[in-house]
């Protein structure tokens, strides 16, 4: 019963992750496998440094040739970060023959149909289910348990650290520097956190999203990215009061054969899931034409629920191998790409205006919508502190994005409106 050699590439938090849960899941790897799983090198920056988990220093290297071109290795694990020196690494360890699992969704969405390609020609796994929402298995679940059904939306909540943010600004009023601060006390949040605040790191997670569920090649740059960093107490406090909750939603909606992807911060009704998702937590809502809705949820992030994504992926591997299958598991892309334009796009939105407190002015500003053909759902005003202004807050029905970017063009070009406070897309219904 010969063992599985696993080369391991980074030892930081999922690395140390993955190195518990092999070790103290022998047993249960064992009855799953039938043989056993040995991590021979671990490749790292600076074997002298302290470490989360105990290994032998012999197993260590600085070197990533030790691994890639080592014969007896049968498995690269890579859980580093970095996406093109990574890049190159991996196409080598294909070339050589190793099959890959990877969590890095930076270099899936960039390079993912490359080193899929390459992996298949050389009769190799590679599998990437921890790449998005960490340990929740929402990969395997679009291409293996949903494998029949045609997926015609996707909405997630795929980034712990703008839900912790909103999730503690939303409950304690507390203001988004001070909330990003203990973000990044608490770990949740990097000491550079603009990946995450500004929605890079979610529309990643996205692309990967799209392009499995829609079975087409999404990039990077098909995805309108808008962050949070923008979002107020008084935008929260207003959305309450209408019956919704604010989260940085990524949406991948396809109707027809035209489909768009985006990540924004959305106000959700309070009566969706979505909307009671909180803290780190991540979930992903998931629209198919026979299933129906289904919601994934579980810890976005984690060593130890990221590390059972990659361990999950390991024992997938080592099965085909035992089955003579490697590399047989990718499916070629059905559709070629094809994105809604702004007129196809259709959601609610909520605006925040500050105008001219005078009659007539409301007037104008329905008379614009009007002639865009877009109605209101709901309508607040009140006074604010500025003597001679007042703040109108709209909840528009469905709109076209053409129209309602024409919209805040022509409400920006009137003397009466001081300033377009904030604008969101709206999911569902509020009170």
């Known amino acids: 019963m010969k063992a599985i050699n696993i080369g391991l590439l980074g030892l930081g938090t999922v690395g140390s992750g993955v190195v518990t849960i092999i070790e103290n899941h022998q047993d249960k790897l064992m009855h799953q496998v039938g043989c056993p799983v040995v991590i021979k090198k671990i490749l790292v920056k600076d074997v002298h440094k302290e470490r989360a988990v105990d290994v032998p220093a012999s197993i260590l290297t600085t070197n990533p040739d030790e691994i890639i071109h080592n014969s007896e290795i049968d498995v690269i694990i890579e859980v580093m970060g970095g996406i093109d020196t990574t890049r190159a690494l991996l196409l080598n360890a294909l070339k050589n023959k190793k099959h890959i699992v990877t969590a890095n969704k930076d270099l899936m969405a960039v390079y993912g149909s490359e080193l899929l390609t390459v992996a298949s020609e050389n009769g190799c796994d590679l599998f990437y289910e921890a790449s998005v929402a960490g340990g929740i298995p929402i990969l395997r679940s679009l291409v293996d348990g949903l494998a029949s059904d045609r997926i015609t939306k996707m909405m997630g909540i795929v980034n712990g650290t703008t839900n912790f943010i909103l999730t503690k600004m939303s409950k304690y009023g507390a203001s988004y520097d001070n909330v990003l601060k203990e973000a990044q006390e608490l770990g949740f949040a990097e000491s550079n956190p603009t990946s995450d605040v500004e929605g890079l790191d979610a529309a990643r997670k996205m692309t990967i999203l799209a392009t499995l569920g829609f079975s087409m090649k999404i990039d990077l740059d098909d995805v309108k990215v808008e962050g949070i960093t923008k979002v107020t107490q008084e935008d929260l406090q207003y959305g309450k009061q209408l019956g919704y909750t604010m989260k940085l939603i990524g949406i991948a909606e396809r109707d027809d ?121 709901k309508i607040l005003q009140m006074p604010v502190k500025e003597k001679g202004l007042a703040e109108i807050v709209l909840v528009t029905h469905h709109a076209s994005l053409s129209d309602y970017e024409d919209i805040l063009v022509q409400l920006r070009d009137l003397e009466a409106v001081k300033e377009v406070k904030s604008s969101y897309r709206v999911e569902g219904s509020g009170k």
Request: aromatic share 10%; hydrophobic share 40%.
């Open 257 to 377: 054969e035209k489909v768009e992807v985006s990540v924004q911060p959305t106000l959700l009704s309070d009566s969706h899931p979505l909307a009671s998702v909180q803290d780190e937590y991540n979930a992903v809502y998931v629209y198919g034409e026979a299933v129906g809705e289904t919601m994934f949820y579980g810890p976005g992030a984690g060593s130890l629920p990221t590390a059972t994504s990659v361990v999950s992926d390991l024992v997938a591997v080592i099965k085909n191998m035992r089955l003579g299958v490697n590399g047989k598991s990718a499916v070629d892309l059905q559709y070629k790409k094809n994105l809604k334009g702004p007129s196809e796009i259709f959601s609610k939105y909520f605006l925040r205006l500050h105008v001219k407190d005078e009659v007539g002015v409301f007037a104008t500003i329905t008379s614009i919508f009007s002639q865009h053909g877009v109605s209101f759902e």
